[in-house]
């Protein structure tokens, strides 16, 4: 209401041009009695959109069939996973439960057998955990200096290393699996965790760099030259002002970091010996090793649990994961 | 005047390329110098080469007295700020400001001291407690001033520190610069491509281009003899009005342009034994009249307006004279309109002479 003064002004000064033009005054006058009435017939104010139209349809379709795909296979591993084997030999996998039965998720954990032992994926989770955090924390920590040194610090020859550490990233891990079992056994660490955890942080180095150097280049680098101004050297200006400005950029290196090294297999098979084995190793062992009746529950069990550590992630970081991946410009 | 920086043979390159030649330049104690230029003309180099930011190729560099060539930048009493502010986001205005001195391990009391008085010359008092996001683009200005304020240095360097804001607010913060600077009178060297704030703030404006000084000189005196055509046609706005033609002597010396002779007898050449040659003739859009005042003139020219922009204060019109496109700058209230016939005129006196190949003043 406080607008219309104002409204009503401009209509009168309007009605004013009109007459100093020499126009039909009064039917002008007639014609514009309020502002609202100025509207003509035919298209005004928002266009309509259909909700049911022949995009919205391949749109959602498209999605709505893709969501299944994935899907599909997650809930039949859950109802698998709370049957009993009496249910499952019915066959309909993709009935619910009749009777829910956490049984196999306790055998899963504990109780179930490798070839080797009987203590189930405990043991492999333990595993997994002490090679995981050594390995994240160290290879993050690294290739945030290298990153750092590499965008801000320009020294001699800095290109070259990079190129050389960027190339490292397309040689498959095939080429260096047996020169790495040498080495390892060399210096007296192949068949140890912490053997696994430098393998880990080595592998782990050329992206998570790529990652850090990228997204510090991005950093103005006035703040940079500020912070010089300001006296501080190559670690205060690291800790004090890029890691502080860089939360994102860590949370994406963290996930990238334990889900593939959870998710790893390979050199968890290779580097390490049985009682050391990762999860992923473990629960292999286990569905594989069959003693009598193939236990598709305890299986389906398993390899959910095994699965849960980088879902949890996920689901904790997933806004702050999209920030930092989408994090060009910092803004002062 | 003592120096307070002397530049020597400063040279700097990137490979092959060449940003500064052999600089060489002497900023007095308490002096304002501008380096102004078009970007890529290496003023923001020069301005990183005294912050010691860039490592230079050849030459030295003395603060105070100081060779501080190869020193680091915090060790060289500089306080510098940036054109993007270069706030750290994650600390508020108090940690932005005591950053500096944390670093050069200043005792705490002495901290709080200087922070409070650099806020309170700079009126930022209320803002202390607040991180740069939650500041309009002049307070963080303000903000970043006095990060430099608080170490009391000597040498106050701003590399395009206005450059980010809007018209409105670059001319208040223009002001308080110049204030600050008849307030502390520390040196400052300033770094812009505007020329209204290198006319406004300088003591002398260093007008440089490809790495070198052009000229260095007050602002009246660059507005008024420019050393050359470039020099000339970069500072004024709208720009200098240029004819090509020749200088000739005979019944005096005259400049000859198509049919237009335009006499010498008043003009003030810099070497008094000038022998005639090509040139160029400049005149600037503020030195001509149009009109009834265009009468008493000694050159007048008839044209005929094909622009007007109104201004306000002026009204600048774009005249067509025999094919040449003239620049006059009008009263405010003028009333001219395209397509008007109109006489305009000036006194050869206020012109500029350049030479047609060096391009240099006559």
């Known amino acids: 209401m406080t607008k219309t003064p104002h409204l009503l002004k ?88 009749l009777e829910v039965t956490f049984q196999p998720w306790v055998k899963a954990w504990a109780e179930a057998c490798t070839g080797l032992n009987c203590d189930g994926l405990s043991r492999g989770f ?118 502080p400005m860089s939360l994102p950029i860590f949370v994406v290196a963290m996930i990238l970091q334990v889900t593939g090294i959870w998710n790893d297999f390979l050199f968890g098979v290779v580097y390490t010996k049985p009682d050391l084995y990762p999860m ?53 | 005047m003592e120096a307070s920086i002397s530049i020597k043979n400063l040279s700097l390159s990137f490979g092959a390329l060449d940003v500064l030649k052999d600089l060489n330049l002497d900023v007095g104690r308490g002096e304002f110098l501008v380096l102004l230029g078009s970007s890529g003309c290496g003023k923001s180099t020069l301005l990183n080469c005294i912050a010691g930011l860039l490592d230079v190729s050849g030459g030295q560099i003395f603060i105070g007295g100081r060779n501080v060539t190869w020193e680091e930048p915090s060790k060289r009493g500089i306080g510098m700020v940036f054109q993007s502010y270069a706030l750290y986001p994650q600390m508020t205005v108090a940690g932005n400001l005591s950053f500096g001195l944390k670093n050069a391990r200043v005792p705490k009391p002495e901290i709080e001291e200087r922070v409070a008085r650099a806020a309170k010359i700079l009126q930022i008092e209320p803002l202390l407690k607040r991180k740069p996001a939650a500041l309009s683009g002049g307070q963080r200005q303000r903000a970043a001033i006095g990060r430099a304020l608080v170490r009391d240095a000597d ?36 770094v812009t491509h505007d ?48 004819f090509e033609g020749e200088i000739i002597s005979g019944d005096g010396l005259r400049f000859v342009s198509g049919g237009h ?40 020219l008839q044209g005929r307006v094909e622009l007007v922009e109104p201004l306000g204060s002026d009204t600048l019109a774009r005249v067509k004279v025999d094919g040449h496109l003239l620049w006059v700058r009008l009263d405010g209230q003028a009333s001219v309109f395209p397509g008007d016939d109109i006489q305009v005129g000036f006194d050869p006196a206020r012109a500029n002479l350049f030479d047609k190949t060096t391009e240099d003043r006559l």
């Open chain 1, 10 to 97: 401009n209509s009168l000064k309007y009605r004013a041009e009109a007459g100093a033009a020499g126009g039909d005054v009064s039917l002008r006058l007639a014609e514009v009695p309020s502002e609202a009435a100025r509207v003509e017939n035919g298209p005004a104010g928002r266009k309509p959109r259909k909700v049911l139209s022949r995009r919205n349809i391949i749109v959602y379709g498209t999605l709505i069939v893709v969501c299944l795909y994935y899907l599909l296979p997650l809930y039949v591993m859950i109802v698998t996973s709370l049957k009993g084997m009496p249910e499952i030999r019915i066959g309909n996998i993709f009935s619910p439960p």
């Open chain 1, 126 to 243: 333990f595993n997994s955990v002490r090679i995981l955090i050594p390995s994240v924390i160290l290879s993050i920590v690294i290739a945030s200096v290298n990153g750092y040194a590499l965008a801000n610090w320009r020294f001699k020859g800095a290109d070259t290393f990079f190129t050389i550490l960027i190339v490292g990233a397309f040689i498959p891990y095939q080429v260096m699996l047996y020169p790495l079992v040498i080495m390892l056994r060399e210096i007296g660490l192949y068949g140890s965790l912490t053997g696994l955890v430098i393998v880990h942080t080595i592998f782990g180095m050329p992206i998570l760099t790529l990652l850090f150097r990228n997204y510090f280049a991005s950093v103005p680098q006035e703040l940079f030259k500020a912070a010089r101004v300001d006296g501080a050297g190559f670690w205060r200006i690291y800790f004090r002002i890029m890691v």
């Open chain 2, 155 to 190: 040498v106050f360097l701003f590399d395009e520190p206005l450059s980010n804001l809007d018209a409105k607010l670059r001319a208040d913060l223009r002001v308080e610069i110049k204030q600050l600077h008849q307030k502390l009178s520390n040196t400052m060297i300033y």
């Open chain 2, 261 to 300: 002779a335009f006499p010498l007898e008043d003009y003030a050449f810099l070497d008094s034994t000038f022998q005639p040659a090509p040139a160029w003739f400049g005149i600037r859009p503020e030195h001509m009249v149009a009109g009834d005042p265009a009468d008493t003139a000694p050159v007048r």
């Open chain 1, 280 to 332: 992923t190793v473990q629960l292999n062992n286990i569905v594989n090793s069959t003693q009598g009746v193939k236990e598709y529950n305890v299986n389906m069990a398993a390899t959910i649990l095994t699965g849960l550590v980088p879902l949890t992630v996920y689901f904790i970081s997933g806004k702050l994961f999209v920030r930092g991946i989408a994090a060009g410009a910092v803004k002062g």
């Open chain 2, 195 to 242: 020329q209204i704030e290198a006319m406004t703030l300088a003591d002398r404006i260093a007008i440089m281009r490809g790495g070198r000084i052009l000229q260095l000189a007050s602002p009246k005196e660059i507005y008024n003899r420019p050393a050359s055509k470039y020099v000339a046609e970069f500072i004024g706005s709208p720009t200098m009005n240029f």
